[in-house]
């Protein structure tokens, strides 16, 4: 008999790890259920990257956006970070991937959806494009 490989190496075996990271999503959302960052004196810190360049990094809004859906203002969210809210039906079926054995047609796709690559020229691009001043490109930046 052929050995068969776990596909999920090290997830089954470490189930403290998965509830200690759905323990701290689950932390993280009743923080940003109750706290709106877009308040001012809010207790969540600013942008880093916006803070320090004056400029809108791909991940400017995040915050702001996650908020929103919680409260499922979708427009809302959509305006703070477009390709965030765009790409969390692909991060959840990575994170699925990951945690529960998807069929072969779903592993197949999970797998081309996690090359880093395409990532890389999307965020990139993504950085440039919600920097332009002028529209259409102003839609992408936070607010």
Do not use: K
């Not at 776990?6 to 509830?19: E, S, T």
């Not at 803070?51 to 859906?69: D, E, M, Q, S, V």
């Not at 699925?96 to 395409?118: E, K, V, W, Y």
């Amino acid at each position: 008999m052929p050995a068969t490989t776990d596909p999920l190496p090290g997830y089954r075996r470490h189930p403290v790890g998965l509830a200690l990271l759905g323990l701290a999503a689950a932390a993280g959302a009743v923080v940003l259920w109750h706290v709106d960052p877009r308040q001012a004196g809010s207790p969540l810190p600013p942008c880093p990257s916006e803070w320090l360049t004056g400029l809108f990094c791909p991940g400017c809004g995040t915050t702001r956006a996650l908020h929103a859906l919680l409260h499922l203002d979708i427009a809302g969210a959509l305006a703070m970070n477009p390709l965030l809210v765009l790409s969390l039906p692909l991060v959840a079926l990575l994170l699925a991937n990951q945690l529960f054995a998807l069929p072969a047609g779903g592993r197949s796709l999970a797998r081309r959806i996690g090359d880093a690559r395409p990532w890389a020229v999307v965020l990139i691009s993504y950085a440039v494009l919600r920097n332009l001043p002028w529209e259409p490109f102003t839609w992408l930046a936070p607010g």
